[in-house]
């Protein structure tokens, strides 16, 4: 077996390797201020000026299951505001939690992928994902490491959204698979069955040296029947200017450049106050002419050419589209409430990337004269998942939660390396891969809340999950002589726990102390057997990883309820860590190695003054491998991705304008240096990404039919370096890196009715 041929044993190299990084902060159009929605607290569009600072609200989420007060769940959550996002700019998951210390969005190369890290739980090229999506109750993306599992993060658009939680810390009781470092949910709008409403948003800015971008979108809520049924309709296009030069054989202007559309369809039934239905469909497609990489040399840390500008012989254009459709039925027993859930979702990605810089050279001495090698991909998920979920009611003695869960996913996977000869003829095929995967798995899951007192409430919980797989390897082409076609099997049972103690202090403070564990699944691999020994060249399988993390924090309201204070300490303990290795040549997922990581995060709400808001938060990450890493690195090699340090700080002041309501806001980010790879380590390289610091502008003011938004984003135009790849430096290539957005000035113009 060659080397190209070992390579091609892993995940996907030809993407994993290379899509890794970002699509930065990108574009900017405000989405509405006050008239976004009832359910952020604004008044109507048609009213006076609401009051310049509105009693604090008691946060409610749905972390745990079931809708409780934030302050009381035993665990770190952060609740994003989906209109202060919108009035932000913000557009990608990158964007979204930017200002979140603790929080790293490794984007590969463009809006749509990414790989989102929490707490530090990462090793870079993740083989598969550490932190969980969902959407509602439904889990999105590959469970597996064979159909891009591992830059799977959904960039969802903020259209109808209600707001998105972060849970932190492993959520594999009640979430399963690939959530043992977190999990990112995203809370739509159910359709309201009382009265018709709806928004209409435009949006234009402008980025520095680049070209203007705008969007338009539209939300409408239908009753059917009064108190019965209701429908609502979303839908969005976002036309995204480029910022990135091309240099080389194809040179030209603003080169990233693309469009994002998308809408969604929400049907809910109340027949009765016993039963609830509701059927969502949500569609989202993301094109893009180019990635957002650009070059850098990774001896100085600075661009290898011009700032902003990308060298290559081909463009990297890529089109992502993701169904995902689902039906959340509820009926009230009395004793309990029954959840069935079902949803169906096919992602299918196409993508080409530009390989000429890495087998031009590789290839001349074998007398092939190339002047390009694209690499072609075309990858689909189709996931089925069936869920049945009994709730006890709440604030008994005994709280209780159990459930059973099903995921049938089929995943294809092809590939093609071609080649162009220097002078334009077409050069031989190099590579044909299909790699087709199949994944089961039915979970038992459920918890126990015991609340002893009116104080104390002790919660157990426990997951079994078995998953059975099916992996197939066929490859060909001119790299590789006769060719292969290898196929491999795996099963296996997988358990998490989870305990946790919660104490009020006080009707408005608690403490909690948690212990949670997490797990990524194992798999095949598809290896070779040796025809002298008739055993296998390297390991069929790799079994799940797992982590301890364990938990101790305080949640207040102070004074009068002006203050929110959020703080908690962690030890994390990560075994058996998944990871790409060579084994007699041939690049497999093995298990081995440990990781050590201990943090601490604080947040701050402050209102001091009816007019003024104050949020600050810190988080403080030290992650390290404690015991050898074979193909990562030695005891003590810190881990990527995360910074020692990072923090934000933001403040907002409402006002009034004759009798139109108004606001200012001002927000900065700082995020430390960060590793890229590992030190000593040639498969992936380190890279340090400098400490950066971000200042964004917000404005807007209620003209009661139409509300204005407007940002000024990086307002100082810093080359925050946001991500790094570096799987191809050792042959020559220099790091791919995403740059944060130049500054962008943007507005929107929203109409509610």
């Known amino acids: 077996m060659n080397a190209f041929e070992s390579q091609l044993s892993k995940q996907t190299p030809l993407t994993a390797r290379r899509t890794l990084l970002s699509m930065t902060l990108a574009l900017a159009y405000g989405m509405a201020a006050g008239a976004a929605s009832a359910q952020e607290g604004a008044a109507p569009a048609a009213q006076p000026a609401p009051p310049l600072v509105q009693e604090p609200q008691v946060v409610t989420v749905s972390a745990n299951r079931r809708r409780e007060p934030a302050r009381e769940v035993p665990m770190q959550v952060n609740t994003l505001s989906v209109l202060q996002l919108e009035q932000s700019g913000a557009k990608t998951l990158a964007d979204y939690l930017g200002d979140q210390p603790g929080v790293d969005v490794k984007n590969g190369g ?3 992928f990414g790989s989102v890290t929490l707490r530090g739980v990462s090793t870079g090229d993740e083989v598969i994902a550490t932190v969980g999506t969902y959407i509602d109750d439904v889990a999105y993306g590959s469970s597996t490491p064979f159909a891009l599992g591992s830059v799977g993060a959904l960039d969802m658009g903020l259209l109808d959204l209600h707001h998105i939680e972060l849970l932190r810390g492993p959520q594999g009781t009640l979430y399963g698979a690939g959530a043992m470092g977190g999990l990112l949910k995203y809370v739509t709008n159910e359709p309201n069955t009382s009265e018709f409403s709806g928004k209409l948003t435009l949006g234009a800015s402008a980025t520095r040296n680049g070209k203007a971008s705008n969007t338009e979108s539209g939300v409408v809520n239908i009753p059917l029947k009064e108190d019965v049924a209701a429908m609502r309709i979303s839908a969005f296009r976002d ?31 109340e027949p009765s106050s016993r039963f609830k239905l509701r059927l969502t469909a949500t569609a989202q497609n993301t094109k893009r002419d180019s990635t957002d990489y650009v070059d850098y040399d990774a001896a100085s840390g600075r661009p290898s050419g011009a700032e902003l500008t ?30 069935s859930i079902t949803s169906h979702q096919h992602n299918r990605t196409t993508l080409q990337l530009d390989y000429t810089g890495i087998y031009a050279p590789l ?9 390009a090698v694209p690499v072609h991909q075309w990858t689909e998920v189709r996931k089925w998942t069936q869920e049945f979920r009994l709730t006890s009611p709440a604030k008994g003695r005994f709280e209780w939660l159990a459930g059973l869960y099903y995921d049938h996913q089929n995943g294809s996977n092809r590939q093609r390396v071609d080649s162009t000869l220097t002078g334009g003829a077409a050069g031989p095929n190099l590579v044909t891969a299909d790699i087709p995967s199949q994944y089961r798995e039915t979970a038992a899951y459920g918890d126990l809340t015991w609340n002893a007192t009116p104080r104390l409430a002790v919660t157990g919980g ?17 790299l590789l002589g006769d060719g292969t076609d290898l196929g491999a099997d795996s099963a296996e049972t997988s358990k998490t726990y989870l305990a946790t103690v919660r104490y009020a202090l006080t009707p408005a403070s608690n403490v909690y102390l948690r ?80 990781a050590h990581i201990n943090g601490a995060e604080l947040a701050v709400k402050y209102r001091p003054r009816a007019p003024w808001s104050v949020n600050a938060s810190l988080a403080y990450v030290d992650a390290r491998l404690s015991e050898d890493a074979p193909g990562l690195g030695a005891d003590g090699a810190r881990l990527p991705n995360s910074a020692r340090l990072s923090a934000s700080v933001g403040a907002r002041y409402n006002f009034a304008i004759g009798n139109r309501a108004a606001y200012v806001g001002l927000s900065e980010r700082y995020v430390g ?50 991500n790094a790849g570096t799987a191809f430096v050792g042959y020559g290539a220099p790091v791919n890196l995403t740059n944060a957005r130049p500054r962008t000035l943007g507005l929107s113009l929203t109409r509610a009715f």
């Open 310 to 339: 990308r060298r290559g012989a081909l463009r990297e254009p890529y089109e992502l589209r993701v169904v995902i459709a689902g039906a959340d039925l509820e009926y009230d027993l009395g004793w309990a409430r029954l959840n």
């Open 673 to 722: 240096e960060r590793n890229a790879g590992f030190d000593a380590n040639a498969t992936l390289p380190n890279y340090k990404l400098p400490a950066y610091a971000l200042t964004n502008v917000q404005a807007g003011i209620d003209f009661g039919q139409v509300q204005l938004a407007m940002f000024l984003n990086n307002a100082f135009d810093r080359r925050a370096q946001l």
């Open 363 to 371: 290839l001349s001495g074998a007398g092939l004269d190339l002047s």
């Open 110 to 112: 463009g809006s749509g």
């Open 515 to 594: 212990a949670a564990s997490g797990y990524r699944p194992g798999g095949p691999n598809a290896v070779v057997t040796d025809f002298q020994t008739g055993q296998a060249a390297a390991p069929q399988t790799f079994s799940h990883d797992s982590l301890w993390s364990y938990e101790a924090g305080y949640k207040a309201d102070l004074l009068d309820k002006t203050l929110a204070v959020e703080a908690s300490v962690y030890d994390i303990r990560w075994d058996k860590i998944q990871q790409f290795f060579a084994v007699n040549g041939i690049n497999v997922i093995v298990n081995g190695g440990k």
């Open 239 to 269: 036309s995204v200017g480029g910022y990135i030069d091309a240099a080389g054989a194809l040179p030209g202007a603003d080169i990233n450049g693309g469009t994002t559309t998308g809408g969604r369809v929400s049907v809910l039934l």
């Open 462 to 478: 426990l997951r079994i999950a078995r998953n059975e797989q099916q992996y197939r390897q066929a490859a060909s082409g001119l």
